[in-house]
């Protein structure tokens, strides 16, 4: 006969719990569930993708940003979902941010 824990990290806990706005921050052990990756993945994410920084706090607990989760959600999918490797991501992210336009305008566009 097997027994059933419900204790706070098992998954009929965290379906009881209330929701978060969308504008929370998250810990590492709720985006890794969000993702359905390990929160070792995260970390090592981190390590590789300088654009991921979630703020930690004392005792080096991480909290994501909603831009963060949105980011580690599109690292996951093109290395999971579309096959591309570490490098392929991090070329990708590089490009992309050098695609995006400045927000603030350029010296020779200021009005005279």
Do not use: N
Request: charged letters at 30%; glycine letters at 6%; aromatic letters at 8%.
């Amino acid at each position: 006969m097997t027994e059933t824990l419900v204790g706070p990290g098992s998954a009929e806990d965290r379906a009881s719990r209330p929701t978060k706005a969308a504008s929370a921050f998250r810990t590492i052990s709720e985006v890794a569930d969000e993702l359905d990756v390990a929160q070792h993945v995260l970390r090592f994410w981190e390590s590789k993708f300088p654009q991921v920084r979630p703020l930690k706090r004392g005792g080096g607990r991480r909290y994501y940003r909603p831009e963060d989760i949105d980011l580690l959600r599109r690292i996951r999918s093109l290395l999971y979902d579309e096959g591309y490797t570490i490098k392929g991501v991090q070329k990708l992210l590089r490009v992309r941010r050098r695609a995006t336009p400045a927000a603030t305008p350029a010296p020779a566009e200021l009005p005279a």
